[in-house]
């Protein structure tokens, strides 16, 4: 199985500035057709997971430009820009690259 | 708009089955993935599987063969997972997801399932 193996924030980060997300996979997440299958997601407190971005930097419908995905193979990065109290929560990154999909352990965000 | 409306809150006793269900609307139900993600008590997530409803084929996580399986409706739009022999390690929230435009990108709202005599 892919394993997927994500950073710590230094919590909290003041309201305003910018936090960057850390995600690694045990296997390059780049498949044949050149996309990278790699989803970023937000899980809010007591809410389900909202997809943020996905192919590593594509953002899904309807989520703000202050979201940024970006990376290599096997090492990725979600950036934040000016974060806010909403940014709040547990983020997620899942590799679709192949059987079985699987979830990093996630990184707390808290915003002071 | 895309809505997946899960089924309720379930309490269990070890060695039972439950089924819980998914009811989608607002899309094509039939033409798109549905995947199963579990998340035990204050941990992360983890995907079970997936259906296709127009052919009722599907896919699992090796790690939940046996334990659970994924069936759908067409005529009801209703996804179901039925999870067997449970014990204290399957009390987790169970959420629906949908593909669409992207991979995962509509859920449901959950469903906590508790084991316990």
């Known amino acids: 199985d892919i394993v997927m193996t994500q950073g710590v924030l230094p919590n909290p980060v003041p309201s305003g500035e910018s936090a960057s997300i850390t995600c690694r996979s045990s296997?390059?997440?780049?498949?044949?057709?050149?996309?990278?299958?790699l989803n970023w997601f937000l899980q809010r407190p007591g809410q389900s997971p909202q997809l943020l971005t996905y192919?590593?930097?594509t953002r899904a419908s309807g989520v703000s430009d202050r979201f940024s995905g970006s990376g290599s193979g096997t090492y990725f990065t979600l950036k934040i820009s000016r974060v806010r109290a909403e940014d709040a929560g547990v983020y997620y990154c899942?590799?679709?690259?192949?059987?079985?999909?699987?979830f990093g352990s996630g990184t707390k965000l808290e915003i002071k | 708009q895309v809505q997946l409306q899960q089924s309720g809150t379930e309490l269990v006793k070890p060695a039972s089955s439950v089924k819980i269900s998914c009811k989608a609307s607002?899309?094509?139900?039939?033409?798109?993935?549905m995947h199963w993600i579990r998340q035990q008590p204050g941990n992360g997530l983890e995907w079970i599987g997936w259906?296709?409803?127009?052919?009722?084929?599907?896919k699992y996580n090796q790690k939940f063969d046996g334990k659970a399986t994924l069936t759908a409706d067409k005529s009801s739009s209703t996804a179901y997972m039925q999870l067997s022999s449970l014990t204290s390690e399957d009390s987790a929230v169970y959420f629906c997801?949908?593909?669409?435009?992207?991979?995962?990108?509509?859920w449901g709202q959950g469903v906590m399932v508790t084991v316990s005599s």
């Open positions: 997801a949908v593909t669409i435009a992207a991979n995962f990108d509509y």
């Open positions: 607002g899309y094509t139900f039939t033409s798109n993935y």
């Open positions: 259906i296709y409803p127009g052919n009722g084929n599907t």
């Open positions: 296997k390059s997440l780049v498949y044949k057709d050149g996309k990278t299958y």
């Open positions: 192919w590593m930097s």
């Open positions: 899942q590799q679709v690259r192949e059987y079985p999909l699987t």
